[in-house]
């Protein structure tokens, strides 16, 4: 069975610049979710959608970053224009969702990343 | 809010000695805990968890229990091997499904 895909895996842009980060979850998967991780952190969650649903974006910039997850499959993560600070590691992880569960794993792709100039 | 404390710095030890990894957490409920595990260019891994207090995780001889007294959940490894370099992240989840990570260990084995 195939894992999260991420793709691009690496990213290097200038200030200013839009970029765009694709994630493929687990088939059958309909939770998923983008954390970003800074250098020497853990993960922080950004948004976490509930098949094409955005039911937890709290933490996210919404006045640079966006992301979608048209027919609650594939999703896209842009941040418009980035900043140097934005420079992390971007991670997309999916679940799936089963009846009576205390916890549903995660399961996370290699990751994307983002070097700002 | 809910959150996760590792201890600083990178661990280096040597082949088949002892490892540990402390995690302590601070929650609102009952949380569930989590240890997950980054090799080299690959995503994060579920390692092990625990969902109740005084339960046990345990997963490739790596093992952690749940203690709700001293809001702990240490990471154990009785001899570890060269492919157990990797980075360590202790998490919880209060029950929405958000993880909450530590900043994470770099774990190095030598042979």
């Known amino acids: 069975e195939a894992g999260v895909v991420q793709s691009p895996r690496y990213k290097i842009i200038e200030k200013k610049q839009p970029v765009a980060f694709w994630c493929n979850p687990i088939?059958?998967?309909?939770?998923l979710y983008w954390y970003r991780q800074n250098l020497g952190q853990g993960p922080e969650l950004l948004i976490r959608?509930?098949?094409?649903?955005?039911?937890?974006d709290s933490q996210l910039p919404k006045d640079r970053f966006s992301a979608e997850r048209l027919k609650g499959v594939d999703s896209t993560l842009k941040i418009q224009p980035a900043e140097l600070g934005d420079s992390a590691v971007y991670l997309c992880?999916?679940?799936?969702?089963?009846?009576?569960?205390?916890?549903?794993?995660?399961?996370f792709g290699p990751g994307t990343r983002l070097t700002v100039l | 809010g809910n959150s996760v404390t590792q201890m600083e710095g990178p661990v280096t030890l040597s082949e088949e000695a002892f490892l540990t990894i402390n995690c302590t957490y601070t929650?609102?409920?009952?949380?569930?805990l989590f240890w997950y595990v980054q090799y080299p260019g690959e995503g994060l891994q579920l390692l092990l968890k625990?969902?109740?207090?005084?339960d046990k995780g345990s997963n490739k001889g790596f093992e952690a229990t749940y203690r709700k007294e001293t809001t702990s959940f240490h990471l154990e490894k009785g001899s570890v091997q060269v492919s157990d370099s990797a980075v360590y992240f202790c998490?919880?989840?209060?029950?929405?499904?958000?993880?909450?990570f530590g900043k994470g260990n770099q774990v190095v084995v030598i042979p």
């Open positions: 959608y509930e098949n094409e649903e955005a039911v937890d």
């Open positions: 998490a919880l989840s209060g029950g929405n499904n958000r993880l909450a």
């Open positions: 992880a999916s679940s799936s969702s089963p009846a009576g569960a205390s916890y549903n794993e995660q399961f």
């Open positions: 625990a969902t109740k207090a005084d």
């Open positions: 929650a609102t409920g009952y949380p569930s």
């Open positions: 088939s059958g998967h309909n939770t």
